[in-house]
T-cell receptor
Framework: DVKVTQSSRYLVKRTGEKVFLECVQD?????MFWYRQDPGLGLRLIYFSYDVKMKEKGDIPEGYSVSREKKERFSLILESASTNQTSMYLCASSFTYAGQDTQYFGPGTRLTVL | AQSVTQPDIHITVSEGASLELRCNYSYGATPYLFWYVQSPGQGLQLLLK??????LVQGIKGFEAEFKRSQSSFNLRKPSVHWSDAAEYFCAVGAGSGNTGKLIFGQGTTLQVKP
């Protein structure tokens, strides 16, 4: 079974702090994704990566950055946390085979910024 | 632009009753379609997916979905709902070019099951 783990289930930070959210997958997947989930808005893509050291902006990248130094690990960074970044953050990984690609999700990190 | 609409934000059904959750998509090419379920405080679990072939797709936990190209729909069904099916359900369409596999998600439908 694919396993995607996230470093924290719950996190509380203060405005202006630098925040790191870590995601690790154990299936050698090429692609990794970070989403945020807010009530009534579904999941929105923040950043994704299709290879080590590669990254692409998603739909809402402002205020975030990412790092992928190793294939299995994809980090989301909030350079200076703000209250409007309070949300549930979900990481996913996938690989593409014969044009088919399926994403597998981690349990999520609920971040509260005070 | 690609989009996914789940018209029902909240649905309540009685245990044992049948269920249909609606999903409509907008996509220029043949879509890849997915249904995920999220239990409270958890991540998303894949229920089923459609890439090609038979338009009626079977998934886990007794769910199925039917792809109807003429209606741009991919509705999720279950003949008899169990109390443990109470969760939030997300429909998604594959939107990436190349091999990046990006997904566009609907807003979600929350299912409540009455005893």
């Amino acid at each position: 079974d694919v396993k995607v783990t996230q470093s924290s289930r719950y996190l509380v930070k203060r405005t202006g702090e630098k925040v790191f959210l870590e995601c690790v997958q154990d299936m050698d997947h090429e692609n990794m994704f970070w989403y945020r989930q807010d009530p009534g808005l579904g999941l929105r893509l923040i950043y994704f990566s299709y290879d080590v050291k590669m990254k692409e902006k998603g739909d809402i990248p402002e205020g975030y950055s990412v790092s992928r130094e190793k294939k299995e690990r994809f980090s989301l960074i909030l350079e200076s946390a703000s209250t409007n970044q309070t949300s549930m953050y979900l990481c996913a990984s996938s690989f593409t085979y014969a044009g088919q690609d399926t994403q597998y999700f981690g349990p999520g990190t609920r971040l509260t910024v005070l | 632009a690609q989009s996914v609409t789940q018209p029902d934000i909240h649905i309540t059904v009685s245990e044992g009753a049948s269920l249909e959750l609606r999903c409509n998509y907008s996509y220029g090419a043949t879509p890849y379609l997915f249904w995920y379920v999220q239990s409270p405080g958890q991540g998303l679990q894949l229920l089923l997916k459609y890439f090609s072939g038979d338009t009626l797709v079977q998934g886990i936990k007794g769910f199925e979905a039917e792809f109807k190209r003429s209606q741009s729909s991919f509705n999720l069904r279950k003949p008899s709902v169990h109390w443990s099916d109470a969760a939030e359900y997300f429909c998604a369409v594959g939107a990436g070019s190349g091999n990046t596999g990006k997904l566009i998600f609907g807003q979600g439908t929350t299912l409540q099951v009455k005893p």
